[in-house]
Antibody, heavy 118, light 108 residues
Framework: EVQLVESGGGLVQPGGSLRLSCAASGFTFSSYWMHWVRQAPGKGLVWVSHINSDGSSTTYADSVKGRFTISRDNAKNTLYLQMNSLRAEDTAVYYC???????????WGQGTLVTVSS | DIQMTQSPSSLSASVGDRVTITCRASQSISSYLNWYQQKPGKAPKLLIYAASTLQGGVPSRFSGSGSGTDFTLTISSLQPEDFATYYCQQSYSTLLFTFGQGTKLEIK
């Protein structure tokens, strides 16, 4: 069974940093693209970042470019999102997502809440 | 950037109704269009990928169609568990995987 379990969310002050982790199991992690998607309270889904299977290629939404860094450790079956210079508008539930067929998003974690507030 | 526009933004329907949600892309995305269902407090779930391919385990009352810029999600006979928010998403551009704004399907 595919499982994606996020951790690392919490309350952080504006300008602060946080690192999210996503532990993957039930599939060959090193064979799949992975993504982070976020959802602000009461709002829609917003794609944040993607990383290819070996970690050699990454892309970011303009809203987080230069502040967030996606990475992965295929030996530990873990995906990361390093978030720096956090802003109030980064407040959201962050989902770890596996890339599926035709670049769909086929499995989602339960999400971890990040709150940026003083 | 490719923009995705869903309509309607909300919809009221009854159990047993046939429902259609549309999604329009700002430029051609071939068949790189996916549909997701999200229930309150839960993670989204992939329903359909590549515009018309049903994800494993998804009931056959869900179907998708379209290519280029215009797409539809159809639920042939609404069931109580189908009341949720639905999102389309383009995966044509790997630089920006855009979602539509969502369609909230409510019980009439």
């Amino acid at each position: 069974e595919v499982q994606l379990v996020e951790s690392g969310g919490g309350l952080v002050q504006p300008g602060g940093s946080l690192r999210l982790s996503c532990a993957a199991s039930g599939f060959t992690f090193s064979s799949y693209w992975m993504h982070w998607v976020r959802q602000a309270p009461g709002k829609g889904l917003v794609w944040v970042s993607h990383i290819n299977s070996d970690g050699s290629s990454t892309t970011y939404a303009d809203s987080v470019k230069g502040r967030f860094t996606i990475s992965r450790d295929n030996a530990k079956n873990t995906l990361y999102l390093q978030m720096n210079s956090l802003r109030a508008e980064d407040t959201a539930v962050y989902y770890c997502v596996r890339g599926g067929g035709l670049r769909s998003f086929d499995y989602w974690g339960q999400g971890t809440l990040v709150t940026v507030s003083s | 950037d490719i923009q995705m526009t869903q309509s309607p933004s909300s919809l009221s329907a009854s159990v047993g109704d046939r429902v259609t949600i549309t999604c329009r892309a700002s430029q051609s995305i071939s068949s790189y269009l996916n549909w997701y269902q999200q229930k309150p407090g839960k993670a989204p779930k992939l329903l359909i990928y590549a515009a018309s391919t049903l994800q494993g385990g998804v009931p056959s009352r869900f179907s998708g169609s379209g290519s280029g810029t215009d797409f539809t999600l159809t639920i042939s006979s609404l069931q109580p568990e189908d009341f949720a928010t639905y999102y389309c998403q383009q995966s044509y551009s790997t630089l920006l995987f855009t979602f539509g704004q969502g369609t909230k399907l409510e019980i009439k």
